[in-house]
C-alpha cells in the first residue's frame, strides 16, 4: 500500500524578511502570502494528499519552505543541516513531526552543509546541487547514508541559482525540466527537456498525470499538458519574491513506514 503525505508549515508574520540571494528584495505581502499558502494545501488535499502540519515557527522568516528541513528517501528522512546558519531552529519541529509518522532519522552533521531544495529524486537516482547551500561534505554525507538503501547519489554543480531544485524538476517518469538560463550542465541529465519560463522549470509530481505548477508559467503548463500531463496551478507570487518555488513549500512522502522501494508508476519529487 502507498500512501500520500505531505508535511507543511504555515509562513511566519515575519516572511518578509526571508532570505534572498540571487534576486533584489521586494516588498512582501504576508497576508497575501497565507492565502497563497493556504490554497496550495488545498491544492494537495485536492489532489489526494494527506497534509500534516509542522508547528509555525514565527521567529523564523524562511520557515514557510519547508522542503529544505529534510530529504526523505523510502522509509528514511535525512534532517538536512541548512547552509544558512539562521534556519537551522527550523529543523526541530519538523524533526518531531516526520519522527512522529513512523520513518527512521539520520542526520547531516557538521561541517557538512545541505538544503532538502537541492536534493532531486529520480527513482534511485538522488541528484543533489552543490555550490550554494550545500557543500561537498554534505553530498558526502548524504552518499553515505543513501547508498546502502540503493541509492545513486550525483552531484551537480549550482552557480545560478538558489537550489538545484530552482533549476530543475522531474516528471513522473523520469525527465528532467529545467530553465536553460539557470542550469549548469544539462548533459549530466540522461533525458532533460527545456522549458519556456523560469517558473516553468518547478513542478510537483501529485500522481502518474496530475503536476502541481505555479501560475505565471503558462507556456511551459501548455508544453507539459501537451506532453499528456494535466497541469494544476496555484499562485504563489509572494514565495517566488523569495526565491521559493512549488517544491519548497511542502516535504512529501509517499511510502508508508514499512515500505521499500520506488512508488509503482512514480520517478521524481
Not at 531544485?165 to 530553465?179: C, E, N, P, R
Request: glycine share 10%; charged share 20%.
Amino acid at each position: 500500500m502507498t500512501t500520500k503525505k505531505a508535511l507543511v508549515r504555515p509562513p511566519s508574520p515575519r516572511l518578509a524578511e526571508g532570505i534572498v540571494t540571487h534576486l533584489e528584495r521586494q516588498s512582501v505581502d504576508y497576508e497575501l502570502g497565507a492565502k497563497q499558502w493556504g490554497t496550495y494545501v488545498q491544492a494537495l488535499h485536492s489532489a489526494g494528499w494527506e497534509t500534516f502540519a509542522v508547528p509555525a515557527a514565527d521567529d523564523c522568516p524562511d520557515g514557510v519552505f519547508i522542503e529544505d528541513t529534510m530529504v526523505v528517501y523510502k522509509n528514511l528522512a535525512v534532517i538536512a543541516r541548512p547552509g544558512a546558519d539562521s534556519r537551522m531552529p527550523e529543523i526541530i519541529a519538523a524533526e518531531a513531526v516526520v519522527k512522529s509518522l513512523g520513518l527512521s532519522i539520520n542526520w547531516v552533521r557538521s561541517p557538512g552543509t545541505l538544503d532538502g531544495g537541492d536534493v532531486l529524486k529520480v527513482g534511485e537516482t538522488i541528484y543533489v546541487g552543490v555550490g550554494g547551500r550545500t557543500n561537498a561534505d554534505g553530498v558526502r554525507q548524504l552518499r553515505d547514508i543513501l547508498t546502502p538503501l540503493g541509492a545513486t547519489v550525483i552531484a551537480v554543480p549550482v552557480r545560478k541559482v538558489l537550489h538545484l531544485k530552482s533549476a530543475v524538476t522531474a516528471l513522473a517518469d523520469g525527465t528532467i525540466i529545467g530553465y536553460l538560463p539557470f542550469v549548469d550542465d544539462p548533459a549530466i541529465f540522461p533525458s532533460f527537456r527545456p522549458v519556456p519560463e523560469e517558473s516553468g522549470a518547478h513542478v510537483v509530481v501529485l500522481d502518474d498525470h496530475r503536476i502541481l505548477m505555479a501560475a505565471d508559467c503558462p507556456k511551459s503548463a501548455d508544453m507539459l499538458a501537451g506532453l499528456g500531463y494535466e497541469p494544476i496551478t496555484v499562485d504563489i507570487g509572494e514565495f517566488q519574491k523569495l526565491e521559493g518555488c512549488v517544491t519548497c513549500l511542502s516535504v512529501r512522502l509517499r511510502h508508508l513506514p514499512d515500505s521499500f522501494g520506488p512508488e509503482p508508476g512514480y520517478a521524481g519529487s
